[in-house]
């Protein structure tokens, strides 16, 4: 399951804004999301779970724009993003 | 252009239109007794060996730019070296153009030249940039860096 505020949900404080970049867009079919954030300790592994796109392995986590393990809880206000593997330079 | 650089000694730069090498290293370069300079160019072909039309640049806005700077600061503080030039190509880039450029100055060549090839080799692994190869109105993002 996938979940997807409506308009009328945006003032909600309880949300995660996920972010997906490069072969991930492409397999998602979208850049960014908003997400409520329904349980305590959420983390971004269980997040990736509920998006269904695969395999989280060697697909990188950030939090607030740092790299991070994927089993961090998250919380409201947190910017997520999956990335995958660097092909810079 | 996004520029940042917390003082004269790092500069970093993520460039959405081509520049000129020559031009952006006579804007930087001081009186080091060594510099050290590597340019990376877009391939006329795809891994596959296919002509390439054009290749795509992606990046994570923010995260990218500090992360290059802490990259920078890191290498520069590791190998003593003086200076750090970082510029990097997004968007769309056409057979030739460059994609980036790593300019180190120092004291020594050794300094320099070390400096240099351990940020481009840390940028290349470290930093969220994703290439985009299109050939025949296909794109394939590409899954690893291409071989030292």
Wanted: charged content about 20%; some cysteine.
């Amino acid at each position: 399951m996938i979940w997807t505020l409506e308009p009328h949900q945006s003032v909600l404080a309880s949300v995660l804004r996920v972010l997906l970049f490069a072969s991930l867009r492409d397999r998602a079919g979208w850049e960014e999301r908003s997400i409520p954030v329904s349980e305590a300790g959420l983390t971004a592994a269980q997040v990736w779970d509920q998006l269904e796109l695969g395999p989280l392995e060697s697909v990188c986590v950030a939090v607030n724009q740092e790299l991070v393990r994927s089993d961090q809880p998250l919380r409201a206000g947190d910017e997520l993003a999956f990335l995958p593997p660097f092909t810079g330079g | 252009m996004v520029e940042i650089g917390q003082d004269d000694s790092i500069r970093v730069q993520i460039r959405p239109d081509p520049f000129s090498a020559f031009e952006a290293l006579e804007c930087w370069a001081g009186a080091a007794a060594a510099s050290a300079v590597f340019l990376g160019r877009v391939r006329p072909q795809t891994l596959d060996g296919e002509p390439l039309q054009a290749l795509e640049l992606q990046h994570y806005p923010g995260f990218c730019e500090r992360q290059l700077l802490q990259l920078a600061r890191e290498q520069l503080q590791h190998h003593g070296a003086t200076r750090v030039l970082v510029l990097h190509r997004v968007g769309t880039l056409l057979p030739g153009e460059l994609i980036v450029l790593v300019a180190v100055e120092a004291d020594r060549r050794g300094c320099a030249q070390r400096c240099c090839s351990d940020l481009l080799e840390a940028l290349k692994h470290q930093a969220p940039f994703w290439k985009r190869e299109w050939f025949s109105g296909q794109g394939t993002w590409l899954s690893g860096n291409t071989p030292l």
